[in-house]
């Protein structure tokens, strides 16, 4: 899956990432919104707009929620239980909302880092926020 390298990687990224947390989870969540409206549904109970409270709140639990489990990859599905009972259970989110915030937080990471995310740095954190949404959806089996 992941090379100690991409591990190592990974880890520093989102270590560099925690201070601005809030404003790299609420871009990825604002670019989720935007580009699968239907994944607003699950969020319909908050404000969602640009800058609100809610919005760089809960994309600040995200942001550290991955860099948790960054620190530690092959603990992963360990790291992540509690989230998984929580999705999975009792806040009912589609799986596949997962893989799409995926893709909106590279986005983001990209935007964020410029020259700095390099096509090697692309790629594992490709791998591992993969790995992320689908350990996060497999208590949906």
């Not at 190592?8 to 925690?18: A, M």
């Amino acid at each position: 899956m992941l090379s100690k390298k991409e591990k190592d990687l990974i880890k520093e990224i989102w270590e560099r990432l925690t201070p601005v947390a809030a404003e790299i989870g609420a871009d990825a969540l604002l670019r989720m919104f935007a580009s699968y409206p239907g994944t607003k549904t699950y969020f319909s109970h908050l404000d969602i707009s640009p800058n609100s409270s809610h919005l760089l709140s809960h994309g600040k639990k995200i942001v550290l929620a991955i860099a948790e489990g960054a620190q530690d990859i092959s603990q992963l599905t360990v790291t992540l239980a509690p989230l998984q009972t929580l999705h999975a259970y009792q806040l009912r989110v589609d799986p596949t909302n997962f893989k799409l915030l995926s893709h909106s937080m590279l986005v983001s990471l990209a935007c964020y880092l410029g020259d700095e995310f390099t096509p090697v740095a692309h790629a594992a954190m490709d791998k591992y926020l993969s790995a992320f949404a689908a350990v996060l959806a497999e208590k949906y089996r």
